[in-house]
């Protein structure tokens, strides 16, 4: 299978359909690269674009992408109710095949260097690109969001990776880097008791749940945080929310899934649901999976998988998983791989 990278820039525009059909087509007409998805939020004034292809064709295709951005985007006008501080507002590189984290880390030091070459970009790295602790979470880099930028960038510890340490009013700043796929996957439970939810999210979950005394207060540790009961599993954000008036659901982050796979949780899911006279009754996929996780989550539901061939091992995880149940579930339009057309 040839190298895979997928690239999800944010652009700070999700009201203007035209501005956003000239950053896609920017993208795509760079040979061999495929168009994901596209998710534009009013109320976000943002916008979300996925694409995948081969390495060096991905960089070229977010570095288009970027220059359409900074010509059509002027942050000194914008608004909206996501946190945001430029108008192409983060940029990161995934590993999906035959690539790794390493990889996408000279990719993003690589767009970072272009951007602020080409273009006068101030640019930060963060996540598994970042060399300081200070720029590791995207929303310490965000803090102060646009508004509070000219002041931010005369402190020398918030001096960019790359580009001028310079507020430019049009295009603000930007932030790149390397991080793990982020699966967005939710279970149905068979009530509509939001708090049943929120309890099996907090057992499962990284951050656990905090710890209360006799009379339910929170109890503070001696570095004057709140102490809490850590979860079950690694690398995993989860809450309890509706998926409609009737249905509650554990919803999910799987950070990585190798370390926390899809059947991972939602067999606890399953068994914590029990626990409460209820039973999970489907699964649900945001957006596009790696084939890795769902090929991860066949093994486990299909016996004899040492001989199963991959279409088989799908099936089985569409199945297991419950996939299927609220909709049609098509992997040659869910599967990242499949979708762009990659295969074995």
């Excluded at 994901?36 to 292809?53: C, E, P, Q, S, Y």
Aim: hydrophobic share 40%; charged share 25%.
């Amino acid at each position: 299978m040839a190298a895979l990278i997928e690239c999800v820039p944010n652009f700070s525009e999700g009201c203007d359909q035209s501005v956003i059909d000239a950053i896609t087509e920017a993208m795509t007409s760079v040979e061999d690269v495929t168009l994901l998805d596209v998710d534009m939020g009013a109320d976000f004034n943002r916008t979300v674009v996925t694409i995948v292809g081969p390495p060096e064709q991905v960089l070229k295709a977010a570095l288009s992408g970027t220059k359409v951005a900074l010509e059509r985007i002027d942050m000194s006008k914008h608004s909206g109710e996501h946190d945001r501080m430029g108008a192409v507002d983060v940029v990161p590189f995934i590993p999906i095949s035959d690539s790794t984290m390493s990889d996408c880390v000279e990719l993003s030091e690589r767009y970072a260097e272009h951007a602020s070459r080409d273009f006068g970009l101030p640019v930060y790295l963060y996540a598994e690109s970042a060399r300081s602790d200070q720029r590791i979470r995207l929303p310490d880099i965000r803090r102060g969001q646009y508004e509070g930028l000219s002041e931010k960038l005369t402190d020398p510890a918030w001096k960019p990776d790359y580009g001028p340490a310079e507020f430019k009013p049009k295009m603000g700043v930007t932030a790149t880097g390397a991080r793990n796929i982020l699966i967005a996957y939710n279970v149905n439970l068979d009530t509509d008791d939001k708090s049943s939810a929120n309890k099996i999210a907090g057992k499962l979950r990284t951050s656990g749940v905090l710890k209360k005394d006799s009379d339910g207060q929170k109890i503070i540790g001696p570095d004057g945080k709140a102490e809490r009961i850590p979860g079950r599993f690694q690398s995993l954000q989860a809450a309890g929310w509706m998926y409609n008036d009737d249905i509650a659901q554990v919803s999910m982050n799987l950070l990585d899934y190798s370390e926390t796979g899809l059947h991972i949780v939602t067999e606890a899911i399953r068994k914590e649901a029990q626990t409460l006279d209820l039973e999970a009754t489907a699964g649900e996929l945001v957006g596009l999976v790696p084939l890795n996780a769902i090929v991860d989550a066949g093994k486990f539901y299909h016996h004899g998988s040492d001989d199963a061939d991959i279409e088989t091992l799908v099936d089985a995880a569409i199945s297991g998983l419950n996939l299927d149940y609220l909709c049609e579930f098509n992997p040659h339009e869910r599967i990242i791989e499949w979708a762009a057309g990659v295969t074995e």
